[in-house]
């Protein structure tokens, strides 16, 4: 009201407690009360002061409403920003799904693409690789597996089913028949063997299978097969030269799979080394375990033919249609048999010696 205030003097005050409470559209008002003394008879006067903060009550929602705001951008901010993050984080998995998707049996030479992924995702990449790379080798394997075994049976049965026809077309003799009979007798040995052979190593090959091994005297089972496959050898003019040497001349292996596999190698030896040669057989053994080289002199082999040569149904002659004794499956069993034991097989050419150097490793 522009009015000058008197000079007054102040006067002791007694305050009470400070109190709060709202109006009734929920406006905060803050509450104060105090005794003076006024006049001079000292009487006593309460005085009861209020403030209403409609100013900070306006200051307080505008802060609401911009910290909702500002909380509910940075929530927007923060998924938009995290999902563009997650799926330029993911965009390589996303790759490697669209590529393991166009993979498939007809199709297998393709790879995951492990150069721009993040290191995790490259050691992902590439042990998927690995993978596919033995799946690969497997269905190829089991591919050529089916064509080789089919043009395996093919040939015998063909000629079972040709001698069969001839001799039906007209009435024979009786030694015509008997030695239709006999002709059919070597198809059907034949026939036998590749099953015998099939049902070998796919008995052998099955994951659960274990084998029994026990130590073994290579001189003792050396002196079983030598006196045997050395009187084949004579009718090639051929003969066996053995040396067992070592530390005792053992080898921990099961006898009939050890048999097997050097009765393998001694045929493959005696029917595809020269004539009048020497097939050589040095044991070695040792703490680490024994080793068995099988060396006989040979034609010339190069090294894609030396690859090749523990293949199922590889043979080394190039007369693949040819009806011979051999199907193919004698090397494949041996390493069949190595490797169930725990051991591996070598193969290589001796240019100097001009022989076929075959080992195999038994470890104790």
Known sequence: MSLMLPSNACVPLTLAALQDGKRDDGVRVRW???????????DKVEIIAAYVMTQE???????L?????????????????????LRRGLLPITVMSTQAGQISPKNLSLRLSAADMPPDLRKLALA??????????????????????????????NILMGQTQVALAQVREVDEYESLLESNLEEYARLARIIENILFLAHIDHAGFVVEKEPLSMAAEMGKLIDYFDILAQERDMHFAVDVGGIDGMVHANPLMLQRALSNLFINAIRHGQAGTVIRVKVIASTEGASISIINQCAAIEPPQ????????YRGDSARNSHTESNGLGLSIVKAIVDLHGGHVSVSYNKNEQAIVLELFFPA
Do not use: W
């Open 128 to 157: 998927c690789n690995d993978m596919l790379d033995r799946l690969e080798a497997g269905f190829q394997q089991l591919s050529q597996f089916s064509s080789d075994l089919a043009h395996e049976l093919r040939t015998p049965v």
């Open 32 to 42: 104060v009360a105090a005794l003076a003394e006024v006049g001079n008879h000292k």
């Open 306 to 313: 030396l690859d090749k040569m523990f293949d199922r149904f």
């Open 65 to 85: 409403l911009r910290v909702i705001a500002a909380v509910a951008l940075t929530l927007l901010l923060t998924s938009a920003l995290s999902y563009l993050i």
């Open 57 to 63: 009550s306006g200051v307080l929602s505008t802060y």
